[in-house]
């Protein structure tokens, strides 16, 4: 069965969203999050966060779990909330504590819609930083995925001399919170948006039980949907079933 479009009423914000809902009987649910998308372009602030490419959409069509959310963040895809009301929530408080509080309310009530149970996370860019925060914040978060990762805005901002996020809450802040539950951290070699040692310095701030960070020859925006099935199978999949990661 294919994905179909949904939206979650989460007020004040509307998060667009794709649903495939493929065994009735399924009690563990997929969540793929969008990256940041076109939410600030050449330093400036978009009218329009809506990503041209859906990174984390082409991701997750090519999952084979049978029930799987599709999330896009604040404002993409929802041409009614974008403007001066809305421009923060994709750009300084793209990781905010409301941000946060609008997808674990979206993700709850796809798993109403679905009777679902337990949680695999995975969040692509950006929207790995928001894996992370609500992996912190639930108790049904079964693994967690990054792919190309924002995990501490700290760190980032300060080897990117970025201006800071205020208003945004670190992934890395609370990371003692999720040290239990299995993760995996892909990054591009090549990823200049989000350098490689984003992950290794994520892995200093617990005692993760279950930690894996895995090379991938790419950059932030390339070849991901084209490696992404071998990375589902080598690494993923098993870690999902419990069995070790193949090598």
Known sequence: MGFKPTVFEVAPFRLAAMIKDGAAAAKELVVYVEGDGRGVVRGRVAADPTPRTAMGFEL?????????????????????????????????????????????????????RLNSEKIHLIGYSGGGGL??????RRRDVLTLTTVAGLLDIDWWVREKRFMPLAGSLNPAAQAVRLAHIPQIHFY?????????????????????????????????????????PELLRQYVLPQRSGAAPAD
């Open 188 to 228: 591009g070699v090549e990823d200049a948006v989000i350098p490689p040692g984003m992950s290794a310095h994520f892995r200093t701030r617990a005692a993760f039980s279950n930690y894996r960070r895995v090379a991938v020859e790419t950059d932030h925006w390339n070849k991901w949907p084209l490696l992404w």
């Open 131 to 136: 894996a992370v925060l609500l992996a912190e």
């Open 60 to 112: 997750a069509v090519q999952d084979p779990a049978p029930t799987v959310l599709y999330l896009a963040r604040i404002g993409q895809f929802q041409t009614g909330q974008t403007g001066a009301a809305y421009k923060s929530f994709w750009s300084n408080k793209r990781l905010s504590g409301e941000a946060v509080e609008a997808a674990g309310r979206a993700v709850d009530q796809a798993k109403a």
